[in-house]
């Protein structure tokens, strides 16, 4: 049993059978997002939750479960993720859906969000090259960080199609692993260009300021919602009240609104699933359907 959750154990939270009585966090996001900034979520939720063992696993693969086997043992794995935007929308096709959202999206600095719980893909080139717009790439090369990324490939399949062009419009295509190898990728030579997710850039821009002068960024694509916290449909509703509380009280915690601060991560608010209905965002439903 869990120490100081009687009443949401009486009422049948479904943890009270683990041995260890965990919560598991699963984290997609990293190495693109830094560790630290999940740990410090897993740190305050266990402190919020009255100490209760909160335990997190990184998983550094992919952004998020692919379109099938993966999404389908997705529920016995993790009790909060944080995954890619599509990710969930995939999740959410099963019957039963094994994730619900939590009900909280980050808002991250980047002036351009407006305070929306949203981000932009900046499509990066070396800065001493001679590309300055996505049609000067044609014929050239590009590094994605995984085929279940928003940001990263399927913003520019999106590109793609409005341009009336295919992935045939490069010479190459290919996988780098992570946001943080495509930027190494297109610094070192290897690829022409790239999309990164807005927020990594700004966080490695601030660990690394001299990349500043190495790259440049050519276009900006978006607003694209933000990747969710998603919580296991299976876990009793006051948890999942409780959890969300938690979350949305980390900018009133000095210790971890400061290292959160760090990331560039300003709050988290309150949002429901409409922000990712795909009837509100008919050009990546369109993808989705052709992919």
């Given at each position: ?30 190495p693109s997002i830094p560790q630290a900034l999940f ?238 209905s795909l009837d509100a965002h008919k050009d990546l439903a369109a993808l989705l359907a052709a992919t």
């Amino acid at each position: 049993m869990i120490k100081g959750s009687s009443a949401v154990v009486a009422a049948g939270e479904d943890i009270r059978e683990r041995d260890n009585g965990e919560i598991h966090f699963v984290a997609y996001l990293s190495p693109s997002i830094p560790q630290a900034l999940f740990e410090a979520l897993a740190d305050h939720t266990q402190r919020a939750l009255g100490n209760e063992r909160v335990s997190l696993r990184v998983e550094t693969r992919v952004s998020g479960p692919h379109k099938g086997g993966e999404c389908s043992s997705f529920g016995d794995e993790a009790d909060v993720a944080f995954i890619c935007a599509l990710s969930f929308v995939w999740l959410r096709e099963l019957r039963p859906p094994p994730v619900d959202l939590l009900g909280v999206l980050p808002v991250f600095d980047d002036e351009r969000n407006l305070g929306r719980p949203v981000y932009f893909c900046d499509v990066v080139v070396r800065n001493d090259g001679p590309i300055r717009s996505f049609s000067g790439l044609e014929g050239g090369s590009w590094a994605y960080n995984d085929a279940c990324s928003l940001s990263g490939y399927y913003s520019l399949l999106k590109k793609l199609a409005e341009s009336g062009a295919d992935e045939g419009f490069f010479d190459s295509v290919f996988c780098s692993g992570s946001h943080l190898n495509s930027i190494e990728a297109v610094v070192n030579g290897e690829a022409d260009a790239a999309a990164i997710d807005s927020n990594v850039l700004r966080i490695r821009f601030r660990e690394a300021p001299a990349l500043r002068e190495r790259l440049r960024v050519i276009e900006s694509w978006g607003p694209f919602p933000i990747q969710p916290v998603v919580v296991r449909s299976a876990l009793h509703p006051g948890l999942k009240v409780r959890l969300r509380a938690a979350f949305l009280a980390t900018h009133d915690d000095q210790r971890t609104h400061r290292i959160l601060k760090r990331f560039g991560l300003s709050r988290f608010v309150a949002a429901g699933q409409e922000v990712y209905s795909l009837d509100a965002h008919k050009d990546l439903a369109a993808l989705l359907a052709a992919t």
